[in-house]
């Protein structure tokens, strides 16, 4: 071969090197500090009165919803917590509920309040979460017959 066809391979080669760097390095990036959220995500402010309304509304229908998170199994069990609005676990030490799994994503799932009831929402977490060994991808209702996976560790809701 010429030598202009071994540098150009050789180039290519170093391109693609350098690509590779460059998305493993972006991938490691985003799983330490988390995806930017867009303003569109966070929602709308809403005025002190209908807060105060709905926290009205809450408490009455409180009586029906579970108030703990139970970890069943995994190195934290017989761990309770408290639910509240909204529990985000994760590895991060910014999550409510901080699992020791090396099958935990730093952001990997969160349980929020609804008016119906509690869900389960998957935060884009590499291994998935799962309700009933059913891998989730959207919001999931939670119910106390309902058993969590989340990695090595299964979680349910008591009342």
């Known amino acids: 071969m010429s030598d202009l066809v071994v540098l150009a391979l050789k180039l290519l080669f170093l391109a693609l090197l350098w690509l590779f760097v460059l998305f493993v390095g ?10 930017k959220v ?21 408490t009455r229908s409180d009586k029906k919803l579970p108030s ?11 761990l309770t917590l408290p ?24 952001r990997h799932a969160q349980v929020i309040r609804t008016e119906a009831g ?16 059913e891998r989730i991808t959207t919001a999931t209702p939670f119910t106390t017959t309902d058993t969590l ?5 299964l979680m349910v809701v008591d009342k």
């Open 26 to 35: 972006n991938v490691i990036r985003t799983d330490i500090f988390g995806r």
């Open 38 to 58: 867009a303003t569109n995500e966070v929602g709308e402010l809403q005025p002190v009165a209908e807060l105060r309304k709905q926290k009205k509304q809450r």
């Open 68 to 78: 703990a998170l139970r970890i069943t199994k995994g190195k934290q069990e017989g």
């Open 83 to 106: 639910l509240g609005d909204a529990l985000k676990i994760g590895r991060s030490a910014d999550c409510q509920l901080v699992l020791d799994d090396d099958y935990v994503s730093t």
């Open 118 to 133: 509690y869900v389960v929402e998957d935060l884009g977490s590499t291994n998935g979460t799962y309700v009933n060994n």
């Open 149 to 153: 996976r989340i990695g090595r560790t």
